[in-house]
């Protein structure tokens, strides 16, 4: 009758543990929406994986990035990240256009 008890209190101890450590892991990664300002759109679309390889593999080579935000009538975010590869006149660009809800749309790339 103890062993069953025992196994019973452990049991309930790992359930209570693993439901208090999704609680704090939601937590530090909750993300706010709908997104207000170009400011938390510029830190949302990096975190899109591609945008972040991007704005690293430019980053690596030395080059600063610049970071533009609008948005327009439908409340679609258009956000622009730049290498700035200044005196080559076609500078490397990446947008990535996204709702206010956080859902993205499209990303695109290429050179001016």
Not at 29 to 47: G, L, M, N, V, W
Not at 76 to 100: G, K
Request: aromatic content about 10%; overall charge negative; some cysteine.
């Amino acid at each position: 009758m103890m062993k069953i008890i025992s196994h019973r209190i452990l049991i309930a101890v790992v359930f209570l543990s693993v439901l208090f450590l999704g609680c704090i892991e939601e937590e530090n990664h909750k993300r706010e929406f709908s997104i207000d300002t170009p400011e938390e759109a510029i830190e949302y679309a990096k975190t899109d994986n591609c945008t972040r390889e991007w704005i690293e593999a430019w980053s690596e080579l030395g080059y600063s990035i610049k970071e533009d935000a609008s948005v327009d009538n439908q409340s679609i975010w258009h956000v622009r990240f730049e290498a700035d590869v200044y005196p080559i006149l076609e500078q490397p660009f990446h947008n990535i256009n996204m709702h206010s809800n956080g859902t993205i749309l499209s990303r695109f790339g290429g050179a001016i």
